[in-house]
T-cell receptor, first 113, second 115 residues
Framework: AQSVAQPEDQVNVAEGNPLTVKCTYS??????LFWYVQYPNRGLQFLLK??????LVKGSYGFEAEFNKSQTSFHLKKPSALVSDSALYFC???????????FGGGTRLMVKP | GAGVSQSPSNKVTEKGKDVELRCDPI?????LYWYRQSLGQGLEFLIY????????KSGLPSDRFSAERTGGSVSTLTIQRTQQEDSAVYLC?????????????FGPGTRLTVT
């Protein structure tokens, strides 16, 4: 069975500083990895995905993520955080055979001015 | 263009009652998914529809839960004899197809509260 772990319930960052939200995964076969963001009272919004190719994936709103096969990680990063980035972030994995996304528990990002 | 829409946005029901939640996917999207987001369980997959194929019901937690998709578009998730543990936000998502290449677009969710 596939699984995703987001080890931090909350990440606090000062505006303008770089941010990292951690994600590790477990899946049989090739992993297909996704990051979604959820703002209060809103649905999940797609940020980026890794299917194949370059390990560094660039997505919406200046976010990027690095796929590391040996560490089975897919950490989300942004060089300079904004207060408006404060939200709940979910990492998800899907395998080739499965029909659904398996999500991590979510990490709340708090960016302070 | 219009995104995934869900109705109602909020639903409060008494324990034991049946409820129906509706999802309108993005036009032209053949794949439709239901997920549940709750405090204790996080985000869980419930059911998946792809075109006219038989749905993948592997995530439904009990036989009180069922879903249908009429005409390959609108979907209804039905919960019979609701229990307090059914309280959660029910999210619907659609994608252009079920293939791994296509990301899922989520609706705003229906918040279900069972009293």
């Amino acid at each position: 069975a596939q699984s995703v772990a987001q080890p931090e319930d909350q990440v606090n960052v000062a505006e303008g500083n770089p941010l990292t939200v951690k994600c590790t995964y477990s899946v049989s076969g090739n992993p297909y990895l996704f990051w979604y963001v959820q703002y209060p009272n809103r649905g999940l919004q797609f940020l980026l995905k890794y299917i194949t190719g370059d390990n560094l994936v660039k997505g919406s709103y200046g976010f990027e993520a690095e796929f590391n096969k040996s560490q089975t990680s897919f950490h989300l990063k942004k060089p300079s955080a904004l207060v408006s980035d404060s939200a709940l972030y979910f990492c998800a994995v899907r395998d080739m055979k499965g029909n659904m996304l398996t999500f991590g528990g979510g990490t709340r990002l708090m960016v302070k001015p | 263009g219009a995104g995934v829409s869900q109705s109602p946005s909020n639903k409060v029901t008494e324990k034991g009652k049946d409820v129906e939640l509706r999802c309108d996917p993005i036009s032209g999207h053949t794949a439709l998914y239901w997920y549940r987001q709750s405090l204790g369980q996080g985000l869980e997959f419930l059911i998946y529809f792809q075109g006219n194929s038989a749905p993948d019901k592997s995530g439904l937690p009990s036989d009180r839960f069922s879903a249908e998709r009429t005409g390959g578009s609108v979907s209804t998730l039905t919960i019979q004899r609701t229990q307090q543990e059914d309280s959660a936000v029910y999210l619907c998502a659609s994608s252009l197809a079920g293939d791994i290449l296509y990301e899922q677009y989520f609706g705003p969710g229906t918040r279900l509260t069972v009293t």
